[in-house]
């Protein structure tokens, strides 16, 4: 039996298959997903540097408040 024949056996079956590079896929995966993370974390404090004191004060934060959460480091 070739080798081919072997793997695409073994995928029929449910066997698993370490893929080249597989894990570093994976590592780069969990990365991205990070980074996609902090992003948004990024996004939304410093949406709070734009509500008006009104709008701060309807989502229980005062000024002070939202200028310490808006520029905290993402990955905080």
């Not at 081919?4 to 073994?10: C, L």
């Not at 990070?34 to 934060?61: F, H, N, P, S, W």
């Given at each position: 039996?070739?080798?081919?024949?072997?793997?695409?056996?073994?995928?029929?079956?449910?066997?698993?298959?370490?893929?080249?590079?597989g894990?570093?896929?994976i590592?780069?995966?969990?990365?991205?997903?990070?980074?996609?993370?902090?992003?948004?974390?990024?996004?939304?404090?410093?949406?709070?540097?734009?509500?008006?004191?009104e709008?701060?004060k309807d989502?229980?934060?005062?000024?002070?408040?939202?200028?310490?959460?808006?520029?905290?480091?993402p990955?905080?």
């Amino acid at each position: 039996m070739s080798t081919i024949e072997t793997i695409s056996r073994g995928v029929g079956s449910g066997a698993s298959i370490a893929t080249p590079g597989g894990e570093f896929r994976i590592v780069v995966q969990k990365l991205t997903a990070r980074l996609v993370r902090m992003m948004e974390k990024y996004q939304t404090r410093r949406a709070l540097l734009c509500l008006t004191d009104e709008q701060l004060k309807d989502i229980g934060l005062s000024r002070a408040d939202a200028y310490r959460e808006g520029l905290r480091r993402p990955w905080d």
